[in-house]
T-cell receptor, first 113, second 113 residues
Framework: QKEVEQDPGPLSVPEGAIVSLNCTYS??????FMWYRQYSRKGPELLMY??SSGNKEDGRFTAQVDKSSKYISLFIRDSQPSDSATYLC?????????????WGAGTKLIIKP | DADVTQTPRNRITKTGKRIMLECSQT?????MYWYRQDPGLGLRLIYY???????NKGEISDGYSVSRQAQAKFSLSLESAIPNQTALYFC????????????FGPGTRLTVL
């Protein structure tokens, strides 16, 4: 079993829909949780960062961490065609693990105009 | 100019050939990483370096070697390429901090025939 599980999709939704992307993990030592966005033929770029449990909002994006369930989510409101990309979750145990990131496989998201 | 550059962007080679992928960064970061990305497997860490004299194996280092020529340069070599090394390769950098955000290059698409 992988340390981080993520449904690879593809997930196809109409423009304007609310999108929910999720990852589950098994290592309770993870403290830092990230979502990266990767456009086709590009490198991943950091989208959201959360430390420990709770919610974080940035514009149309909300990241949610539930450490008790070992489950993280990324919500996209009012989705746009420009949001079409692969979304990768990543997490680490912080300084105790040299900040090494453990990655999900990525979910391909398609927003249909 | 891009902060993290990779050369070449695309490469096709034959089994048994030696290949070098190069990464340069202008971000002034001490930490550099090499990942490979395969469909359905996400990003897997090959090697990482926290400074010029500190190089560490990652999850999948067999068949690869690296050289940190300077703070800004980190090269990945395949001594004798094999077809299952066909993948997308990414270099990333980060600076020690509470977030340790990683910044990625555009990637090298390597095909081994």
């Amino acid at each position: 079993q992988k340390e981080v599980e993520q449904d690879p999709g593809p997930l196809s939704v109409p423009e304007g829909a609310i999108v929910s992307l999720n990852c589950t993990y098994s290592n309770s030592a993870f403290q830092y949780f990230m979502w990266y966005r990767q456009y086709s033929r590009k490198g991943p770029e950091l989208l959201m960062y959360t430390y420990s449990s709770g919610n974080k909002e940035d514009g149309r994006f909300t990241a949610q961490v539930d450490k008790s369930s070992k489950y993280i989510s990324l919500f996209i409101r009012d989705s746009q065609p420009s949001d079409s990309a692969t979304y990768l979750c990543a997490m680490s145990g912080g300084p105790n693990s040299n900040y090494q990131l453990i990655w999900g496989a990525g979910t391909k998201l398609i927003i249909k105009p | 100019d891009a902060d993290v550059t990779q050369t070449p962007r695309n490469r096709i080679t034959k089994t048994g050939k030696r290949i070098m992928l190069e990464c340069s960064q202008t971000k002034g970061h001490d930490r550099m990483y090499w990942y490979r990305q395969d469909p359905g497997l996400g990003l897997r860490l090959i090697y990482y370096s926290f400074d010029v004299k500190d190089i560490n194996k990652g999850e999948i280092s067999d068949g690869y070697s690296v050289s940190r020529q300077a703070q800004a340069k980190f090269s990945l070599s395949l001594e004798s390429a094999i077809p299952n090394q066909t993948a997308l390769y990414f270099c990333a950098t980060s600076s020690p901090s509470s977030t340790d955000t990683q910044y990625f290059g555009p990637g090298t698409r390597l095909t081994v025939l």
